[in-house]
């Protein structure tokens, strides 16, 4: 069991940067794979970007390529998103997930533990 609680989020202009963090319990956290996936209004949540779990291997969905960057601290069991060149299409509440994987995967159904999410509000 791993317990995930997301802190970061917030009201910014188009063009600004944020960084969030997922801080997780337990003292597994290094066997978990983690994402970051996000949800819209009126939208499906959606793949954002996830780390392996050494942080060696990250897989980004194409909208944040070049913008986002995802990582971890395992010493910390904290998994970070940086965003920077917000855009008002970056609106949503971003949620942190984890599974006890090998792989990198962009399925929402593959992932076992989540976070109540934290809002990030682009104006433009």
């Known amino acids: 069991q791993v317990q995930l609680v997301e802190s970061g989020g917030g009201l910014l202009q188009a063009g600004g940067s944020l960084r969030l963090s997922c801080a997780a319990s337990?003292?597994?956290?290094?066997?978990?794979?983690m994402a970051w996936f996000r949800q819209a209004p009126g939208k499906e949540r959606e793949f954002v970007a996830g780390i392996s779990r050494s942080g060696d291997n990250t897989r980004y969905a194409e909208s944040v390529k070049g913008r986002f960057t995802i990582s971890r601290d395992n010493a910390k069991n904290t998994v970070y998103l940086q965003m920077n060149g917000l855009k008002s299409e970056d609106t949503a509440i971003y949620y942190c997930?984890?599974?006890?994987?090998?792989?990198?995967?962009?399925?929402?159904?593959?992932?076992?533990?989540w976070g109540q999410g934290t809002q990030v509000t682009v104006s433009s």
């Open positions: 337990g003292r597994t956290f290094s066997r978990y794979v």
């Open positions: 997930a984890a599974k006890d994987r090998t792989v990198v995967v962009t399925q929402i159904w593959n992932y076992d533990y």
